[in-house]
């Protein structure tokens, strides 16, 4: 068997270098007052030997884990079927990359998680939190905040309880929303149909409520709720089709709704967009692209969301415990939405 050679230590760079194990450690470490010209000699030293850091010991200087916690607040079976999902965890995964942060996944299939997370966090483990796709009824926030740990959140917050200061990454749902109904009407479209997400998520109602500032006197049976599936896209199209056969146009709350929505216009002989046409929401190319036929959607720019999440964290982690911080404290962002317009609507 091949002996490993052994790790090159903390002694050993500063021999070579030729300097202190202080000094090395503070240039490792990320720390000040050290002249340049020995950090040079010292990073060279560090090349050559393939010196690692432990980690451990680098976190007892630091105070730092260079780890971020990333809790979807959805079970495995959607996270891994829903692009929206991956699209967000690239973005955020692309920034804490380029600031070498580590991202550690939780995902929670039931309320029997959120005591593991909640004990996760609190543990220390890791220096912030990344949380999305939370529901009203959720103990999550709760329990983050119990446990001490900064967090930026992707969504509005809609949770009962304490919510100043709280940080957050959004669209503007609600405008966009607005903007897809003012395309159909501008269409000619008279009787609109809402499929809604599900309505305990802060997007859904905020889409909804957009459906609704177009729609002033809609009839109530237009609107349905889905689940942000296909499948509950398929139910809820079958609803509307049932209640009012007459709909000319569908406004869906995702993407993956008005792929189910279409499946069923197509097994019920309704042809889009000549008879009814569709409009989604995301702009997820998988889903929008294969959709038949191509589908007309609102775009929100969701891997831009993941890096907004990541960078706002970064960014309060790396301001420094004072009375009068060196930099101010992140405030959430809403970001603006397009409408893109395709052959269903």
């Given at each position: 068997m091949t002996e490993t050679a052994p790790r090159p230590t903390l002694e050993a760079v500063a021999a070579r270098a030729g300097v202190s194990r202080a000094t090395v450690s503070r240039v490792v470490n990320g720390g000040d007052g050290v002249r340049e010209r020995l950090v040079e000699r010292v990073r060279k030293a560090v090349d050559e030997l393939g010196y690692v850091p432990n980690q451990a010991a680098r976190s007892l200087v630091t105070r730092r884990h260079d780890a971020v916690a990333v809790i979807v607040a959805e079970p495995e079976t959607r996270v891994f079927a829903d692009p929206f999902f991956a699209l967000q965890l690239r973005g955020i995964s692309k920034e804490l990359?380029?600031?070498d942060n580590q991202l550690v996944l939780l995902l929670t299939e039931g309320r029997d998680d959120h005591a593991?997370?909640?004990?996760?966090?609190?543990?220390?483990?890791?220096?912030?939190?990344?949380v999305f796709s939370l529901h009203l009824d959720d103990p999550l926030p709760g329990l983050i905040q119990s446990a001490g740990v900064?967090?930026?959140?992707?969504?509005?917050?809609?949770?009962?309880?304490?919510t100043r200061g709280?940080?957050?990454?959004?669209?503007?749902?609600?405008?966009?929303?607005?903007?897809?109904?003012?395309?159909?009407t501008g269409l000619g479209r008279t009787r609109i149909a809402h499929i809604a997400g599900a309505l305990d998520q802060t997007s859904?109602?905020?889409?909804?409520?957009?459906?609704?500032?177009v729609m002033v006197d809609a009839d109530p049976r237009l609107i349905a709720e889905g689940d942000f599936t296909p499948a509950g896209g398929e139910r809820a199209m079958r609803e509307l089709l049932e209640r009012c056969p007459d709909v000319d146009a569908v406004f869906a709350a995702n993407d993956l709704t008005a792929a189910g929505a279409l499946r069923v216009l197509r097994e019920a002989g309704r042809r889009v967009p000549d008879d009814v046409a569709v409009i989604g929401f995301d702009d997820m190319l998988p889903v929008a692209e294969q959709t038949d036929p191509a589908l007309t959607t609102v775009r929100q720019d969701i891997e831009?969301?993941?890096?907004?999440?990541?960078?706002l964290l970064l960014r309060e982690l790396d301001r420094r415990p004072s009375d009068e911080p060196v930099a101010p404290a992140p405030s959430s962002v809403v970001l603006p939405t397009t409408l893109v317009r395709r052959a269903s609507a």
């Open positions: 990359t380029a600031h593991r997370v909640a004990r996760y966090l609190a543990g220390g483990h890791v220096d912030g939190a990344l900064p967090t930026v959140f992707g969504g509005r917050p809609g949770w009962s309880g304490e709280v940080v957050y990454v959004d669209v503007d749902n609600r405008g966009g929303a607005r903007d897809a109904v003012r395309h159909l859904a109602v905020d889409r909804l409520d957009g459906y609704r500032d831009e969301m993941g890096r907004l999440m990541a960078r």
